[in-house]
């Protein structure tokens, strides 16, 4: 496999030509990550050769872009083995859940039903249900973690006839791994409970099929794959879609208007009111391509081998505390650690200092800070432009780090 990672980034490495420039050691994919150059070629693209309204105009280059528009779906959608009428565009993953809590939940909601998420959510997969919850009178509860990052999915009261959806996440932003997906969703189903995957953090290195997820919904965004900011995407299961109401009306998801009623287009379009983005959708397609250049689960084995090259640094190192890891395992792409004396901040800003981009801060999982009993830590994440160079860098930052603050 040591061979398969170094034909992975090799391949990988060459389309990051400003990357590869730049001299910076990036270490924050989680947040965002690098395009390759042809993810920006297509959006530049999309500019310069496309640039007509989508699904508005009867003329040559609208119908072009319509074209394009619905070939991009169609790609993105098969990447996750969806049909292209069960994909919408959104612009991120936090409005593609708020879709499901406020287009599709809170018509179906009622009080004393549960709402289950993990103590490792992001806030949001977190704030939506929190807010659904306190208007409809249901209750939020959460699956608990232990020591080792293992969610309790035999928790008390998880399998109720009360629960009503569980809203999971495939990886957790600050403790990376995989948490138990296909388990939940299989035992959800069983038990005729609903289940939405954010998959923000897992779509760009674990093949993902929802077909034998067997998922209600599944969220993710282009920018966390090595695609373009400002577009995302929810996967809608067939039966929940006719369930499920527009969260904006307006132009390009009606069929006719009178004075008093409206007819909704079928679905996916019903759903994307306003003016597509269509470069957007275009560098979306453009990073599945890159993505599914590679063979499937080569970048996964590459990124998490990676991983746990870091983790073993940085375990070496006596004044370092690392976070476990989601599932208990090793295997990750994401590592959150905690130097002894060191603010996160001042951590932060003296990789910064040194050309090393690592993230910290509460990460906008405060469940999971609370339950660490954190006030901030240091993260680094991982995509596949990294490479075991970029670890020592980051040691140096710390030894340096520790010797002004320590």
């Not at 040591?2 to 490495?13: E, F, P, Q, T, Y």
């Not at 549960?114 to 992001?122: F, L, N, T, V």
């Not at 069929?255 to 470069?279: D, K, M, T, W, Y």
Request: glycine share 8%; charged share 15%.
């Amino acid at each position: 496999m040591a061979g398969v990672g170094r034909d992975v980034h090799s391949k990988a490495i060459s389309q990051f030509s400003y990357y590869q420039n730049s001299g910076n050691h990036y270490l924050d994919s989680a947040a965002t990550t690098q395009k390759p150059d042809s993810v920006i070629d297509a959006v530049t693209q999309g500019y310069r050769h496309f640039c007509a309204p989508v699904h508005r105009g009867s003329y040559p280059l609208s119908e072009v872009a319509s074209s394009a528009y619905e070939t991009a779906r169609s790609k993105v959608a098969q990447f996750i083995n969806a049909s292209a009428q069960q994909l919408i565009f959104t612009k991120s993953c936090t409005e593609s859940i708020n879709h499901v809590a406020l287009g599709w939940a809170k018509s179906k909601i009622k009080p004393g039903h549960k709402i289950w998420i993990s103590q490792m959510e992001h806030n949001a997969n977190y704030l939506p249900w929190l807010q659904l919850c306190k208007e409809t009178g249901a209750e939020l509860k959460i699956i608990e973690i232990d020591s080792e990052g293992h969610l309790q999915i035999d928790q008390t009261g998880l399998w109720d006839d009360s629960t009503f959806l569980i809203a999971l996440t495939h990886c957790s932003n600050i403790l990376g791994g995989e948490t138990p997906v296909q388990e939940v969703c299989d035992k959800a189903r069983n038990h005729g409970i609903y289940t939405l995957i954010d998959a923000a953090q897992s779509v760009s290195h674990i093949p993902i099929d929802v077909k034998a997820l067997g998922c209600d919904f599944l969220a993710f965004s282009a920018h966390k794959m090595y695609g373009p900011e400002g577009i995302g995407a929810l996967y809608i299961d067939a039966q929940r879609q006719l369930e499920m109401s527009p969260l904006l009306l307006g132009g390009g998801s009606i069929e006719s208007v009178s004075e008093q009623q409206i007819r909704l287009r079928e679905a996916p379009h019903c759903f994307e009111a306003g003016s597509p983005n269509l470069s957007g959708a275009l560098g979306f397609a453009a990073a599945v391509d890159f993505l599914q250049a590679f063979p499937q689960g080569a970048i996964s084995c590459y990124v998490g081998n990676l991983g746990q090259q870091f983790r073993q640094a940085l375990a070496k190192q006596n004044n370092i505390t690392l976070l476990p890891v989601a599932g208990g395992g090793n295997t990750t792409s994401v590592v959150s650690f905690v130097v002894e004396g060191v603010h996160p901040h001042d951590m932060a800003q003296t990789a910064a200092d040194n050309d090393v981009s690592i993230r910290t801060g509460s990460h906008c999982s405060h469940l999971l800070m609370s339950y660490l009993k954190f006030g901030a830590v240091n993260r680094l994440s991982l995509g596949i432009y990294n490479h075991s160079d970029d670890i020592q860098p980051l040691i140096e930052s710390i030894n340096a780090a520790a010797d002004i603050f320590a």
